[in-house]
């Protein structure tokens, strides 16, 4: 492309194929490998880091007009690194856009990406519950309503690209980040991601699945460490996720992720990056590097010798862009080309998928334009819709695990009248609300003296808003507590006919925190003096005769066994975002019934980890071991303030063959006096495998919202393809035999068993075969 105007016309009348391959052809190596790295303007060298690594690896440290001069891939997070005003921020990208335009040859701007894992992670920008939230409303409708509303904002910033949404799986509960997935199910996150995923690129937003792939499975929950999976572990649990999101979903890239599995990093796996997603599963959009992942390869894998070394491994394996900043792919990869390390030709690949994606979102277009849509107005990130939307989201997240009598009758909800005492370490701390992917959490820790751009008001500051006078004692923080803190916390609880104690994790980074990225745990023990503080509280409550209400926020599920016979109701949320107080105590009043199904179980004691309840027989209860690793409170489980029955139980045939499919359906009724919803759960269990299976998965759950005496018919439509795993010769097979459908309403509550024999051939299945459990909810009466 020349630099004329009329040019420019001239090719805006062609393909965009067309456009893009005559740019190759007129391009420098220098200008290709500048539109292969982004750059991350704002970040921080010293003191507090938001990425792995970030204070040791600076990037390219030339001026900005010598780094833009041959023209740039992506700009990175021009409104996440720092608090900024969005009107601030959209006159900083204008500029740096027509800066960056004007600079090369070709005109082309950056891809503009940030983070929007838990709402767009900007200053000001609505921040909504973490995925584990997203996990426990099993509704993926209102998680795609979500992302929408995500897109729309970001669209207005100028912003093309989101790192989002998580796909891994859980398999180590004491990872830091566990509460960014959204479970310890791969159907559970698969169908949540993808509602999130069709969300997002409906407004035009380039979705990025992450972590690509076997990051959740670390070696002892360790942040990076070696993942000691199998290919059939990974091919079973950990990929279909990314299946679902690419095939079902439409997304446009995927991240890698920074472990190694079985010693290949993933960031040089060319047989993951480029055989199994391009080639097997006809991937076309672009692969782009977890932050310094490609520099990783050097500096923490130590598969690579040098930069040069990391950029062709990266490269040749199908990494198309660095992030966040150039460090391999500038004149590292340089020098390698011009030696012959590497062939041109392998950066004309990766170029190609850039340039094709930019074209997609109109940035080889004559008329783009560098001022985002929001630009001249007065932009509000946190509309009332959004804070709604939020609530909402919050309060079908909240997770009822248990609820005793008191006088009588269920602790929960609780009554009008009654002193109301609310104590421990997050009593009225707003960051208990915030996951480390929210703004506040992610980047204003590290700016004390800028305050929260979004009203984020603590469990004790929603409870003296409705009931005015409320014994509030703040026991000390996630990690420690004095004994006099502890003791004002059981004055308090012995005085008040209430006292809820707010329990759990501080979100953060690298150590700042109790969970989130780096703050992995030792084991599932309250943090801290938590433990301790949560036993001398409860015995006061037992000896006064107060009601004992817990409430757990955290980002990971932590042993309550200790507690669920002493607390007459336990609540579990999951950080549920800014409105989560006022969607808590929504929840512990009546005034919504809760619907929250556990998307990870709740262990009953801090050891035996790891373990889901994803597990094969032997690695659940046995006579062989003194260890018990079952669950206090099961995957699937969640109690309501109504009651529901399931009724009517049919299946259309006994029998199908290996290709056919089946339906297996109910009748779910409210039998209780008021509204509410109960998620069925659809479970498969394989009796006699061709290899050892899980006792059984999760492969179908709708959510049934009725309101009291009100029955609705919920049916499924079951595949034999849903029945497939990988066999012995590591294909994905789909094989004759007895398998059985459990309807349920918890992954250890069966409603009723449906037993049905497949026959016909064993069968391979793969990218094209049926990876979801169609459900149809129809109102009876």
Known sequence: MSTGAADQHALSRVPASDVVEHLISEMTLEEKLAQLAGVWVNASTDGDSVAPLQSQM??????????????????????????????????????????????????????????????????KATAFPVPLAWGATFNPALVEQMATRIGRSMRSLGVHQGLAPVLDVVRDLRWGRVEETIGEDPYLVGTVATAYVQGLESTGIVSTLKHFVGYAASRAG??????????????????????????????????????????????ANRALLTGLLRQDWGFTGTVVADYFGVAFLDVTHGV???????????????????????????????????????????????????????AELGLLSPDFSAAPPA???????????????????AAQSLVLLSNRSFDGTPALPLPPAGPIGVVGPLADDPFAMLGCYSFDAHVGASHPHVPMGISVPSVAAVAAARFGSVATSVTGNCESATEEQIAEACRVAA???????????????????????????????LPGDQHSMLDRVLAACADSGSRAVVVVLSGRPYALGDFVDRAHAIVQGFFPGEAGGEALWD?????????????????????????TYLHSRLAGHTEVSALDPSALF????????????????????????????VTVSCTVTNTGSRSGAEIVQLYLE???????RPVRELIGYARVELSAGASAEVEFTVHADRTSFTGLDLQRVVTPGLVKLHVSTSSTFDAATHEVILHGPRRVVGFDREMLTPVRVRRLG
């Open 587 to 611: 929840v512990l009043t009546g005034v919504v019934n809760p619907s929250g199904k556990l998307p990870v179980s709740i262990p009953g004691s801090s050891g035996g980890q790891p373990g």
């Open 686 to 692: 394989d009796p006699v495998g061709e290899v050892v």
């Open 58 to 123: 600076a990037g390219d440290s030339r001026a900005w007009d010598d780094i833009i001069s041959q023209g740039l891939g992506q700009i990175t997070r021009m409104y996440g690194t720092v608090p900024l005003e969005p009107e601030e921020g959209a006159r900083r990208l204008a500029a740096a856009q027509e800066q960056i335009m004007a600079a090369s040859r070709f005109g082309i701007p950056a891809q503009v990406h940030e983070e929007c894992l838990a709402g767009l992670a900007a200053w």
């Open 634 to 661: 099961s995957f699937g489980h969640g109690l309501s303030y109504t009651s529901f029955e399931l009724s009517g139980h049919q299946s259309s045939s006994p029998a199908m063959t290996t290709s056919e499919a």
């Open 222 to 267: 360790r942040n990076h460490a070696p993942v000691s999976m199998g290919p059939r572990e990974l091919a079973d649990v950990m990929l279909p996720p990314f299946e679902m999101a690419l095939r079902h979903g439409g997304a446009r890239s995927v991240m890698h992720a920074y472990t190694d599995v079985d010693g290949v990093p993933a960031a």
């Open 375 to 393: 630009l001249g107005a007065s932009i509000d990130l946190d509309p009332v819709e959004d804070r709604a939307l939020a609530r909402e989201l």
């Open 495 to 525: 005085s008040v006919d209430t006292c809820v104690v707010v329990v759990g994790d501080n979100a953060g980074l690298f150590g700042r925190g109790t969970s989130g990225e780096g703050n992995d745990a030792a084991d599932l023990r």
């Open 304 to 358: 690579a010798a040098d930069s040069g070394d990391a950029a062709v491994l990266a490269l040749t394996a199908g990494v198309d862009v660095e992030l966040p900043t150039v460090n391999c792919f500038g004149t590292p990869l340089l020098a390698r080309v011009r030696d012959g390390a590497v062939d041109e030709s392998l950066v004309d690949r990766a170029l190609r998928r850039v340039l094709t994606q930019k």
